[in-house]
């Protein structure tokens, strides 16, 4: 048996006047998914758990079967494990945005936008390296990512600082959450040696003149310590492998055991290289009994506002992830998809809300259950098909 998660990061919606009263997932093309649906069982999981933030890092715990209530201890931590970067015990990891903020002349702060204009890895990494080579703060180290996302370990650093993700304030007023940043003395001294770097910086100065934003500030949220997880080899018995452009995802792979796989062209953007990122997936299932195909596009489209984008971005996944999985996997026998968004990111408030999901769990040799149906928000609840504890989905994918 062949398994194959598929997570369209974000796709979830509300209801759109624009769309006459349909969500995005509704409105788009999306016979792939549409087939699965029909064919599987659809239903509706709480993939965030009450008291917790609608993240990723909670949303994606709890699809690879993790119960965030015992193992989440920050999204910092998690992208560390992607980055290969080993944390002591004490050892505090911060997710480190290149953002662009407005510093007032009356001493407001405004978040113009948490990603420096989707800054690319190249002009990135080198201001992260000038960074790395002429900041110099006991304690602190500044490791480079992908495009604006970054980390910073803190050495026996502060990991109650009350941060907030820089995506959910765009065009905000984030005075008070710059100020939180104060609290402590090398945190503040180390930001503020950045800040001048940034300020007369090649990279920026070059974007500034080609119309684009400049990464003028960075944005320091998600923190914790190394998190403990049981890998999932001994929880399932298979071996399994993640494919994802963001660093989140494949931290959590990493943790759990599953071999992370790079994906050329893959972005984590709306250019990212979908079809790349489904014939590697297939490619890996000839030694691997599980893979996860992660796709970020329609969550950048909603933080953007930009409805066409998202569409966009949901076509794509459907047409060159999903179908091409699809088709793919008849040449392995027997098997099963997991098609699943991790979280609503409603374009009307450009963030995400912890709502129930749909998702659809396919067997191929569990044909026969055509209905009438597509997969979107409003059919998976019409099945009335609901798990409360999200991280209970993946056993029921597995045992099923």
């Known amino acids: ?56 890092d909670v949303a994606n715990l709890s699809i690879l079967g993790y119960d965030p209530a015992s193992c989440y201890t920050g999204r910092g931590p998690l992208e560390a494990g992607s980055m290969g970067i080993t944390l002591s015990p004490d050892d505090v990891a911060f997710r480190c945005n290149l953002v662009t903020l407005d510093f007032m002349a009356d001493g407001q702060v405004v978040m113009v936008d948490y ?39 803190w050495a026996e650093g502060k990991e109650k600082l009350a941060t907030v993700p820089p995506h959910d304030y765009t065009g905000k007023d984030v005075t008070a959450h710059w100020g939180v940043y104060e609290h402590d003395p090398d945190l503040i001294n180390w930001i503020a040696q950045v800040l ?13 003149k080609e119309g684009k ?17 049981p890998k999932f080899a001994e929880r399932f018995g298979i071996k399994g492998a993640i494919i994802s452009a963001v660093d989140l995802l494949k931290g959590i792979g990493v943790y759990a055991g599953l071999e992370p796989i790079a994906v050329p062209g893959a972005t984590g953007y709306l250019d990212t290289n979908y079809q790349g990122k489904a014939e590697y997936a297939l490619a890996a299932l000839k030694e691997k009994d599980l ?19 998202k569409i966009k971005a949901i076509e794509n996944f459907d047409q060159k992830v999903v179908q091409v999985v699809v088709d793919g996997l008849a040449e392995f ?36 259950r055509t209905r009438e149906a597509g ?6 609840k019409e099945t009335g098909l609901f798990i409360r504890e999200g991280f209970k989905l993946m056993e029921r994918f597995i045992r099923i």
């Open 196 to 208: 001048i770097i940034l300020r007369d910086h090649p990279v920026n100065e070059r974007r500034v």
């Open 1 to 56: 048996m062949k398994y194959v998660v598929l997570i369209g990061d974000g796709m979830g919606d509300y209801p759109m006047e624009e769309l006459g009263g349909r969500t995005p997932l509704q409105a788009a093309s999306t016979p792939a998914m549409d087939f699965l649906a029909r064919e599987g069982e659809l239903g509706l999981v709480e993939t965030v758990p009450p008291g917790f933030e609608p993240g990723s």
């Open 291 to 309: 893979v996860v195909v992660h796709v970020e596009a329609p969550d950048e489209a909603s933080h953007g506002g930009n409805l066409e984008e």
């Open 333 to 368: 026998g027997e098997h099963r998809v997991l098609l699943v968004t991790d979280h609503y990111t409603p374009i009307s408030i450009k963030t995400h809300v912890g709502e129930p999901v749909p998702f659809v769990i396919f067997s191929s040799n569990r044909r026969g």
């Open 115 to 153: 990603s420096a204009g989707h800054i690319s890895t190249e002009e990135a990494r080198a201001i992260v390296a000038d960074i790395r080579r002429e900041v110099k703060v006991n304690g602190l180290t500044l490791y480079p990512g992908v495009s604006y996302r970054h980390l910073l370990v």
């Open 213 to 229: 934003k400049p990464a003028n500030a960075v944005w320091l949220w998600g923190q914790g310590r190394m998190p403990y997880m």
């Open 375 to 380: 997969f979107n928000e409003v059919s998976a």
